[in-house]
């Protein structure tokens, strides 16, 4: 049978690798065993994925990142050129510390930048942004907009990825697609 995704002819592709259709594999990228790669994922070059990591659909990874064990990405995720993920909290090189690797959920839609550092451990919520070189030491909330290091929340941004300016109603629209969100108890809610 035919593989139905792309793999550059430079991309090792390890046994036991899930590859849904539609996924396109770029130059000198690592897809290690056991792991789940969702529909039309776009794979940069110089990519390691490590084993038992799992991508949702229409994931988009830019060029030289590493996506660790302990890692799920949900579906529409971005991870920007060479940003990082950690899956140890307290790493020495002469202790072995497999088995114990932290989880990180990067849930459905959120975009995290160039250069950004993810501490293993600090999940990021549905539609957040982290800006470029940000370094994420807690829980991101959905819809934030985050930057700095250590992250700092700026703002809120929409699912089109416009940033939210609420009025006195607590109410947003992003100009751009007609979305409406409400903000209420420090939470960003989509209305339409």
Request: hydrophobic fraction near 40%; charged fraction near 20%.
């Amino acid at each position: 049978m035919e593989k139905e995704y792309f793999a550059h002819e430079t991309a090792v592709i390890d046994e036991n690798c899930k590859i849904a259709g539609g996924v396109k594999i770029w130059h000198f990228s690592h897809i290690m065993s056991n792991c789940k790669i969702g529909e039309n994922c776009n794979i940069g070059q110089n990519v390691v994925i490590s084993p038992e990591v799992v991508l949702g659909r229409n994931v988009k990874i830019q060029n030289n990142v590493s996506v660790y064990t302990g890692v799920i990405c949900e579906d529409d995720v971005f991870l920007g050129p060479s940003m990082v993920f950690t899956n140890v909290n307290n790493p020495r090189s002469a202790v072995k510390r497999r088995g114990s690797y932290t989880k990180t959920i990067v849930r459905r839609g959120a975009s995290i930048g160039a250069n950004a550092t993810i501490v293993c451990g600090h999940n990021i919520g549905e539609f957040a942004f982290i800006g470029a070189g940000a370094v994420i030491t807690k829980e991101v909330k959905p819809y934030a907009l985050v930057v700095g290091n250590p992250a700092k929340q700026i703002g809120w941004m929409s699912e089109y990825g416009q940033r939210l300016e609420f009025d006195e109603n607590n109410i947003a629209l992003c100009t751009e697609s007609e979305e409406k969100y409400l903000l209420k108890d420090g939470k960003v809610r989509k209305l339409s």
